[in-house]
């Protein structure tokens, strides 16, 4: 079982940066793909980006593209969705998540973290 814990959430304004980690204690972290998923009131968790196990990969959801970064440092178990420009539609529960192999689809991930609010006023 690979347990992951998402901090780094909080409120901020419209164009301002947050940038959110995901730690694990799981010795093989590099051996998974990881993700971020993203769930606002009312709609389903939906994909933002996934980055393979050597960072060498990366996928972004249109919607987040050129304002985020995904990166991680197998070296401390943790990845980052570095988050720019940000906007009220950003405005959900982050999650994290890890896969044998990168992917965007959510039903490819097998463990998920407990999520991290992220609030964007206007």
């Known amino acids: 079982q690979v347990q992951l814990v998402e901090s780094g959430g909080g409120l901020v304004q419209a164009g301002e940066s947050l940038r959110l980690s995901c730690a694990t204690s799981?010795?093989?972290?590099?051996?998974?793909?990881m993700g971020w998923f993203r769930q606002a009131p009312g709609k389903e968790r939906e994909f933002v980006a996934a980055?393979?196990?050597?960072?060498?990969?990366?996928y972004y959801a249109n919607s987040v593209k050129g304002r985020f970064t995904i990166s991680r440092d197998n070296a401390k178990n943790t990845v980052y969705l570095q988050m720019n420009s940000l906007k009220p539609g950003d405005t959900a529960v982050y999650y994290c998540?890890?896969?044998?192999?990168?992917?965007?689809?959510?039903?490819?991930?097998?463990?998920w973290g407990q999520g991290t609010q992220v609030t964007v006023s206007s």
């Open positions: 998540a890890a896969a044998t192999n990168v992917a965007t689809r959510r039903d490819d991930y097998a463990y």
């Open positions: 799981e010795r093989t972290f590099s051996n998974y793909a």
């Open positions: 980055i393979s196990k050597s960072g060498a990969v990366t």
